[in-house]
């Protein structure tokens, strides 16, 4: 159920993110900005349990999949505005 549920609040995190993040360096589809947010959930998850805030089987909540999901975005910003 953990990755499951890691899944969903990325779905919602990332439509979160890309109204929280500004820029026009955005994905601009639905899909790659869900991916984006379950990535950044995952990233969450992962930097939690790196640093010790969440224990081995503790997923991230919904702000950490929110701070992740923005995290991932300006990465990909970043990395757009590389390119171009």
Do not use: C, H
């Not at 993040?21 to 959930?41: D, R, W």
């Amino acid at each position: 159920m953990g990755i499951i549920w890691t899944i969903i609040i990325g779905f919602v995190a990332g439509v979160i993110a890309k109204f929280v993040t500004p820029g026009s360096n955005e994905p601009s589809g639905f899909i790659l900005t869900v991916i984006l947010g379950i990535a950044g959930a995952f990233l969450a998850t992962w930097l939690g349990q790196a640093i010790g805030w969440y224990g081995p089987n503790d997923q991230a909540g919904f702000i950490g999949a929110i701070v992740g999901a923005v995290i991932v975005l300006l990465i990909w910003g970043a990395v757009v505005r590389k390119r171009a």
